[in-house]
């Protein structure tokens, strides 16, 4: 990289330097995130402490801290897997969820369905897990829960940001980028910055597919 640098013009090393620091204090952050997340994770296996105690919460909140840092690193497949461990952490809480727990849940299944419709990745790639996650959002559950007279399932999402969301899945399903448009300003109040950040990729990788999930 030194080598690199010297090639820069001089009023570009400068910024090239701060990049490589950000780069480097994001990294070193993600890192002992991760080493919490274990940490702690392996305190409440070997404690057996129920899901309502103080130590899972801290868990889920190095869990969520994680997967801010793998974001911010482009890592979509190891956000992926820290959002989804730790949604099923929150699933072990109290029932039904409330709470904090009940906001990991949410902020989970969204930017869990929002990382899936970026990676697409192929049936042959797709976890169960995140296979019964999108089949929530799907034509045939949307057809079942019309057929019954009912909205679907939305389980602990409000049901206008399930509804939506649902939208959002079938229009990258049908390539419909106008109607995808349409609900990205639909969603934008509803989100956090960090999701509407991942929809607007989305919204991206339609435009211009880079093949995050081959």
Known sequence: MQKFKELLPSDSKSEFTAMADEGKAIAKAS?????????????????GMGPTAELPLEALRCLGELASCLLLTRDY????????????LAQA?????????????????????????LL?????????EHAQTLEKY?????????GAGQLPQAGYLPPGLFLLLQSTVM???????????VLQAELWPLLSPEQNHLLHLVLQEMISPSGHGA
Do not use: I, N
């Open 93 to 117: 809480g109290p029932s039904p969820p409330s709470g904090a727990f009940l906001e990991v849940l949410v902020r989970c299944e969204v930017s869990r369905v929002l990382l899936l419709l």
């Open 31 to 47: 890192l002992q995130v991760a080493s919490d997340a274990m940490d702690v994770a392996a305190q409440v296996m070997a404690t």
């Open 138 to 146: 799907c034509w045939e559950a949307f057809e079942s829960g019309a």
């Open 77 to 88: 497949d190891g956000a992926l897997a820290a959002l989804t461990q730790a949604q099923l």
């Open 171 to 181: 229009a990258c399903q049908e390539k419909d980028l106008e109607a995808l448009k």
């Open 120 to 128: 697409q990745p192929p049936p042959p790639k797709l976890q169960p």
